[in-house]
């Protein structure tokens, strides 16, 4: 396996983390508790399949609909892109702030993280 490959195995991995973290309420119990496996504890496809006494490709197949699932609900709701436009804007404000007395600064990005807090 390349580094090329294994990167995008990382970064496939932190995209259905975060889509998971934004949209987990949405999923069945078993497409939660799949990639709840697969993805955040590493388990195998043999290791999810014996567990619940089904096939690999079952197992697969769960998984990958699940993904299909959760880049659904992000194209029909948007809440991944507009957090990470958030933190975009965060990270411009804290350099405008940079510049300006350190108490603003702090008041300012303590409020601005109170927003983004906010479901």
Known sequence: ???DQIDQMLEKTNRINLLFDFYEALLTDKQRTFLQ???HDDYSLGE???NFEISRQAVYEHI???E???QDYEGKLQLVHKHEQRMK???ELIQVLDHC???LKRKTTELFDTIVGID
């Open 48 to 50: 999810i399949a014996e």
């Open 101 to 103: 007395d350190p108490e």
């Open 68 to 70: 299909l699932t959760l």
């Open 1 to 3: 396996m390349t580094l």
């Open 64 to 66: 990958k609909r699940a």
């Open 37 to 39: 496996l697969y993805f």
């Open 89 to 91: 804007l965060r990270t």
